[in-house]
C-alpha cells in the first residue's frame, strides 16, 4: 500500500481543523525556509504546525526553527498522519 503524500495529511487535517472552529492559515512566506507549513488559530490560542508524510521527520533547519518558536513561547506541532491531526484539533 503506497504511503500518503504530505499533501494529503495536510489537506484532510486542515478541513477537520476548519470543520472544527480553527481559523487555518497557508506559511506567509514561501521564502522563509524551514517555517512551518501552516498556522492554526483560535481565540486566544496560536501554533504552528509542520506536516510530513507518514514517518517523516523535520529537516535541521525546521528543527531549528521549531526551536526559535519555542523559545518564543510558541506551540510547534509536528504531524505525519491524518489521527494525530484530528485528535490535536478536536
Known amino acids: 500500500m503506497p504511503v500518503p503524500l504530505e499533501s494529503a495529511v495536510e489537506k484532510k487535517v486542515c478541513v477537520f481543523a476548519r470543520n472544527a472552529g480553527w481559523l487555518v492559515h497557508p506559511k506567509a512566506d514561501a521564502n522563509n525556509r524551514g517555517w ?3 498556522t492554526f488559530s483560535k481565540p486566544g490560542v ?12 523535520p529537516t535541521l533547519l525546521q528543527l531549528h526553527r521549531h526551536e526559535e518558536l519555542r523559545k518564543r ?3 510547534v506541532h ?9 485528535a490535536l484539533f478536536a
Open 46 to 57: 496560536l501554533m504552528f504546525v509542520e506536516f510530513k508524510r507518514p514517518g517523516g521527520k
Open 36 to 38: 512551518p507549513d501552516r
Open 78 to 86: 509536528v504531524i505525519d498522519n491524518v489521527e494525530d491531526g484530528r
Open 73 to 75: 513561547g510558541y506551540t
